[in-house]
Every structure is written in C-alpha cells, then in structure tokens.
C-alpha cells in the first residue's frame, strides 16, 4: 500500500531546471480562501453584525512596498452577509493582529487599547530612566510604596475573611425561622380580629332586624286584641244555646227541621256517624216512627186531661199520682224530641 503513495520523484541525470519554463504572473494577484473573520466588526452601509469565527470565502492579495522585518503582509477582502458591501482588513505582525482598513468598524477594542497604552507607558519610562539615575530611585520608591498599599489591602480582605468565616450562619437562619412564624402569627392574629369583627356586625345587625319584627309583632298582637275586646267569650256558645233552643221549639210545633240548624250542630259537637260517639248512639228505624208518634199524641192529651181537671184527689191513697204526673210529662217531652230529625 505505501508504494501507490510515493511522494518522492525520479530526476534523471540530464535534468536542468534551468530549462523549465517559468509562469510570468503580476505581483499583485488575487487568490481566492476560505477563511473566518478575525475580530467582531460592524458593516458601516447597513450596521449588520458580523461575529468573531464567520467564514467568508474571500480573496486574498500581497501588500505592495510593506514589510515588517522583511515579512509580507497580506490584504483580505470579504462582502457584507446582509448589503454584500466590500470589507477589507489586513495582517499586523508588528502586534500580531489584525488591522481593519476599510468598510466597516472593529468593536470591543477596549482590551486592545489598554494593552497598547500600558505598552507605550512602559516604553517611555525605561527611555526616561536611560538618561535619568534620580528618576529610577523615584519610580522604586514609587513601587515600594505601592507594594506596602496592596498587601495592607490584602491583609485586610482577609481578616475581612476570617470574620465571615466566624459567623454562626445556621443560628443566623434560625433567628430569621423564629422571626418568620412570628410574623405568620400576626398575621394569623390580625385575620381572626378582621373575621370577629365582621361577626360581631353581622350579629348586631341581625339582632337589630329581629327587634323591629318582634316590635311589628307585637303591635299587631295589641290592634287584634283591642279588635277583640268589644266581643265576650261566652258570646258564642249563647249564641248557639238560644240557637239550638229556637230550632227545638219551632221544630215541635211544626214538625219540621231545616238542614241548616243540623249543620251548626254537626260544626259545634261533632258528627254522629264516625267517631267514639257513633258506637254509643243507635240511629232510628223508620218503622217504629208511627207508634212512637201515637204514644206521644197520647201522653200529651193525658196531661192535657190532668191540667184541665179542677178537683185533685189528696187522699193518702192516692199521693202518687203528682209523681206519675211528672213521669208522663217528661216522657211526653221525651218523645217530642226523639220524634225530631236532629237525633239522627
């Protein structure tokens, strides 16, 4: 395999590279690389960004009558990524960078500045110390003095050290704990007051509606009970007592009963056909209406005879006669009533 890759070349004996011909090329030809952008810029015709590592395939050409130390230096031309405006920077082996020459602007150059004014400061004061023996004891002292400052400064951010290195941090998180549940009990405290508070109004408030009724109440109970005073409460059960006693007398002299008298006793006793009472009273047969009526028919004529009669006996014999009297009368009474309708 390592003889297809044979790098060196067979030169016969006759060979002259005098006689080779040499290619007439201008000095100041382009080449056409691949290469990335050196430094941030900012393209000045449309302000595009172009970062530090973008690769550009741009042309490359030799600086003509500029060397350093008899090195050449080289002039790159790249477009524009948003305008295709030309840029060209070239190399700076003096600093070893790069320098921009045209079409846009380096940015972040702060570090590159420092670096070359500290550079220049240096430069002048070895010149100065050259020709100067009292300026090289200044600038010692100078530097003496300095010294002594950054160490007393570095002495004190480690004492500073020391004294945060001695602070009880886990007693520092415990007092911030405590003062935190301190805090959430206020909290908790002044939220339980609100809600009382809230409590107690609504409570005040509710008790203040519930006087005004019982006050409402109150006066309505007063207009009906002066409404009522006029009227007496046995009013009603007389007036139902003559009631009941005018449909009895008009109902034995005509022999008739009107429905409605029924109705206020039924409202006022109760009715007879349900009920405990029901069981203890026994309705009339309709058959036995006709003798009943010619017994009482009878009875009322007997003592009819009896008041009509002048002469009473009173003999021993005959003192009963004043008791049979007074049966046959209220037996006659008794069935002038059972003859009525109200009994069923």
Not at 61 to 77: A, D, K, S
Not at 215 to 225: M, N, T, V, Y
Not at 231 to 247: G, H, R, V
Request: aromatic share 6%; hydrophobic share 25%; charged share 35%.
């Amino acid at each position: 395999m390592s003889e297809r890759k044979v790098l060196n070349k067979y030169y016969p004996p006759d060979f002259d590279p005098s006689k080779i011909p040499k290619l007439k090329l201008p000095k100041d030809r382009q080449y056409v690389v691949r290469l990335m952008a050196p430094f941030n810029m900012r393209c000045k015709t449309c302000g595009e960004y172009i970062y530090k590592g973008k690769k550009f395939n741009a042309r490359k050409e030799t600086v003509q009558n500029e060397l350093y130390l008899g090195l050449p230096i080289f002039r790159f031309y790249i477009k524009c990524t948003r305008c295709l405006a030309e840029i060209t920077f070239k190399t700076d082996p003096e600093n070893t960078d790069y320098a921009m020459e045209h079409g846009a602007t380096r940015n972040f150059q702060a570090e590159k500045l420092i670096e070359e004014e500290e550079k220049k400061i240096q430069r002048e004061r070895e010149e100065e110390e050259l020709n100067n023996p009292m300026k090289v004891l200044e600038n010692r002292t100078r530097d003496s003095k300095m010294e002594m400052e950054v160490l007393e400064n570095l002495q004190e951010l480690k004492e500073l050290n020391q004294r945060q290195a001695q602070v009880d941090f886990e007693g520092m998180l415990g007092r911030y704990k405590e003062e935190e549940e301190r805090e959430k009990e206020r909290q908790k405290e002044e939220d339980e007051r609100e809600t009382w508070e809230i409590l107690e109004k609504a409570l005040v408030k509710r008790l203040r509606d519930s006087d005004s009724d019982s006050d409402q109440e109150r006066e309505q109970g007063k207009r009906k009970a002066r409404s009522h005073i006029a009227d007496k409460p046995t009013d009603f059960l007389t007036s139902t007592a003559a009631k009941t006693t005018d449909t009895q007398a008009t109902n034995s002299l005509q022999g008739g009963v009107k429905h409605s008298h029924v109705e206020t006793w039924e409202r006022s006793v109760g009715g007879l056909n349900g009920g405990p009472l029901g069981q203890l009273v026994v309705r009339k047969k309709p058959g036995s209406s006709a003798p009943k009526s010619e017994t009482a028919t009878q009875l009322t004529a007997k003592s009819a005879q009896s008041k009509m009669d002048p002469k009473p006996t009173t003999s021993p014999a005959n003192n009963t006669q004043p008791v049979a009297m007074q049966s046959v009368s209220s037996l006659s009474l008794l069935g002038a009533y059972s003859d009525t309708d109200d009994s069923e």
